[in-house]
């Protein structure tokens, strides 16, 4: 067991999708989905308008990954994709630092993002509420793809086994994550019995 009074999991796994522009406020079929949307095909997620008015054709093409630390770094890490959609599409395209995953979900609502790299833990509010549209995920080349639990620990804080870490505190990257809270909840239940803000106190580092 690694060291420290923190338990601190993996980096978000990125979804990249494309957006439709939002269909008006019809009778459709939509079960989850925000009311300016339709799922008249029922995969879940939002349709393309069949109304050409309401597509979006931009000449710029705007792109946003999930908040990080440093937006510059990934802005660099992504500039080989941005251009590859600059040679396919015949658009520009740029990159938009997000703040928060509020701010990303509500800026692809709202039309002003295009593309984006959800974190896991965002991707059911930004399908429902922003017609996210799913395509792929990070992997290797081989196909593999996820992250691991680790929870870190200090040297001499009495923290030795999973079972240790019942009545103290646990940080978490932020509610909305899937790997930085919501996937590791349900494996220290699952797996050691242990339930947050009942056997642990969850806090958030952001």
Same mark, same amino acid.
């Given at each position: 067991m690694?060291?420290?009074?923190t338990?601190?999991?993996g980096?978000?796994?990125?979804?990249?999708?494309?957006?439709?522009?939002?269909a008006a406020?019809q009778?459709?079929?939509?079960?989850?989905?925000?009311k300016?949307?339709?799922?008249?095909?029922?995969?879940?997620?939002?349709d393309?308008?069949t109304?050409?008015?309401?597509q979006?054709?931009?000449?710029?093409?705007?792109f946003?990954?999930t *908040? &990080?630390?440093?937006p %510059?770094?990934y802005? !660099? +890490?992504?500039?080989?994709?941005l251009? $590859?959609?600059?040679?396919?599409?015949g658009k520009?395209?740029?990159?938009? *630092? &997000?703040?928060?995953? %509020?701010?990303?979900? !509500? +800026?692809?609502?709202?039309?002003?993002? $295009?593309?984006?790299?959800?974190?896991t833990?965002?991707n059911?509010?930004?399908?429902?509420c922003?017609?996210?549209?799913p395509f792929?995920?990070?992997?290797s080349?081989d196909?593999?793809f996820g992250?691991?639990?680790?929870i870190?620990?200090y040297?001499d804080?009495?923290?030795?086994?999973?079972a240790?870490?019942?009545?103290?505190?646990?940080?978490f990257?932020?509610?909305?994550s899937?790997?930085?809270?919501?996937a590791?909840s349900a494996?220290?239940?699952?797996?050691?019995?242990l339930v947050?803000?009942?056997?642990?106190?969850p806090?958030?580092s952001?």
């Open positions: 690694k060291h420290s009074n338990l601190l999991s980096a978000a796994l990125a979804l990249v999708l494309s957006l439709a522009g939002p406020a009778d459709c079929p939509r079960g989850d989905l925000d300016m949307f339709c799922d008249v095909d029922g995969d879940l997620l939002a393309t308008p109304d050409p008015a309401q979006v054709d931009p000449d710029t093409l705007i946003a990954y *908040p &990080v630390e440093d %510059a770094v802005k !660099e +890490a992504w500039s080989d994709f251009t $590859h959609l600059e040679n396919e599409t520009s395209v740029v990159f938009f *630092p &997000v703040q928060s995953n %509020a701010a990303q979900i !509500e +800026a692809m609502r709202s039309g002003r993002l $295009h593309i984006a790299g959800f974190n833990g965002s059911p509010l930004a399908v429902n922003a017609g996210f549209n792929t995920i990070m992997a080349e196909g593999n992250y691991e639990m680790e870190i620990t040297p804080s009495g923290i030795e086994t999973p240790d870490i019942k009545g103290k505190q646990l940080a990257t932020s509610p909305t899937n790997s930085g809270f919501k590791p494996i220290l239940k699952a797996d050691f019995g947050a803000e009942t056997d642990f106190e806090v958030f952001g």
